[in-house]
């Protein structure tokens, strides 16, 4: 898993297919009447858009971590394993990386919240106007997604603030996070 973490972590183009696939897999299932050619260029329309979002994400990580991909999967390894670096440079940047995530992820209760509803709406509206099988695939896929998601945040929200409590424990006695001048995410004493 290592690896292959690693590898979607280097080339982001791979991500992006994989995203691409998986959405024109999704749409085929709830489209099934559509040709092949509509359902793909479908998909490609619904990726184009997180597409560029995560590839701006992705730069400002690179440029966070010091502009090279190798310095950023070695913090992304160390996020991962809860291992903090033990040079003061990447520590640096592992903080400011780390304080940035959690200043980005402080709405996600709202936003998982939101997607709930819009995953009920949209199914109860399925099931409203479409044939049965269409509505009830909807509802698992939306009901694998809602757990996946959650999932995903509960367990990257916790890595992180383990990180955080790891790489200010080493550096200061006890009590909040210190300010750093450079990092405007960080908590203000």
Not at 95 to 106: N, P
Request: aromatic share 8%; with cysteine; net charge positive.
């Amino acid at each position: 898993m290592q690896r292959t973490n690693d590898f979607l972590l280097r080339h982001p183009w791979a991500t992006i297919a994989l995203s691409v696939l998986a959405a024109t897999a999704v749409t085929w299932l709830l489209f099934p009447a559509a040709s092949p050619w509509t359902t793909a260029l479908r998909a490609c329309v619904y990726c184009a858009a997180g597409a560029a979002f995560a590839l701006a994400r992705r730069r400002k990580e690179k440029a966070a971590a010091g502009g090279s991909t190798d310095r950023l999967v070695a913090l992304e390894h160390s996020l991962r394993t809860g291992e903090p670096p033990t040079a003061a440079g990447d520590r640096r940047a592992l903080r400011e990386t780390v304080e940035r995530r959690l200043h980005q992820s402080r709405h996600r209760v709202t936003a998982l919240v939101f997607l709930a509803l819009l995953f009920i709406t949209v199914t109860v509206l399925t099931a409203l106007t479409a044939a049965l099988p269409r509505a009830l695939a909807l509802a698992a896929l939306s009901l694998f997604f809602m757990a996946w998601m959650i999932w995903t945040s509960n367990r990257q929200t916790r890595r992180l603030t383990t990180m955080r409590t790891a790489l200010h424990t080493d550096e200061t006695p006890a009590g909040p996070a210190p300010h750093h001048p450079h990092n405007r995410y960080s908590a203000k004493e």
